[in-house]
């Protein structure tokens, strides 16, 4: 009777002593992410709109260069809003702002607990190394945050061209 598939089937593999450091470094990482989104504010002080990009401005740093010398958004613009806004619950607004950010936001919703049972627990399941699961999921966003990039680079780029005939 105990000798069921699932008994049988291994879905997850120890974790040595580096990896489960690791594993509670990066949930550290994304806890922090995620307070830092809590405490800003992405709505537009005068209007109450939300913004789409540079709530980044309230932690001390610049506006983005690139942005201001090309009039392009680059990848990461509007990421920091994003998480922002989805903090907030307002997931279409976090959308508008950054669709990549809220990809990146759910994985890091998904590999919180992940990182969590593995950390405390010892244990890692489903990827049987952290590396190939934080490698996965790092490749995964960057993806996701070049591929909106570019489609957004391309829709202002034929915007102005209409602009010029």
Same mark, same amino acid.
């Given at each position: ?5 699932? %008994? /049988? ?10 990896? =489960? ?11 922090? &992410?995620?307070?830092?989104? %809590? =405490? ?7 209007? #109450? ?17 690139? @942005?201001?010398?090309? #009039?392009?958004?680059?990848? %990461? ?10 903090? =907030? ?6 959308? =508008? ?9 759910? @994985?890091?919703? &998904?590999?919180?607990?992940?990182? @969590?049972?593995? #950390? ?8 049987? /190394?952290?590396? %190939?699961? @934080? ?12 591929? /909106?990039?570019?489609? &957004? ?5 034929? #915007? /102005? ?5």
């Amino acid at each position: 009777m105990g000798n069921t598939f699932f %008994s /049988r089937c291994q879905v997850f593999t120890h974790a040595t002593a580096w990896e =489960r450091a690791a594993a509670l470094f990066f949930a550290g990482g994304v806890i922090a &992410v995620f307070l830092v989104a %809590s =405490r800003l504010n992405p709505y537009d002080p005068a209007t #109450g709109e939300p913004l789409s990009v540079g709530t980044h401005t309230q932690l001390g740093l610049p506006p983005c260069n690139f @942005l201001a010398m090309s #009039g392009f958004p680059c990848p %990461s613009c509007g990421m920091t809003t994003s998480f922002a806004l989805l903090m =907030r619950g307002d997931v279409v607004a976090g959308w =508008r702002a950054n669709g990549a950010g809220i990809f990146l936001a759910f @994985l890091g919703w &998904v590999a919180l607990p992940w990182c @969590l049972l593995a #950390g405390l627990g010892g244990r890692l399941w489903w990827f049987f /190394r952290l590396e %190939s699961g @934080l490698l996965t999921g790092l490749l995964a966003g960057l993806a996701i945050t070049l591929l /909106r990039w570019m489609v &957004v680079s391309g829709v202002i780029a034929l #915007g /102005r061209l209409g602009e010029i005939k």
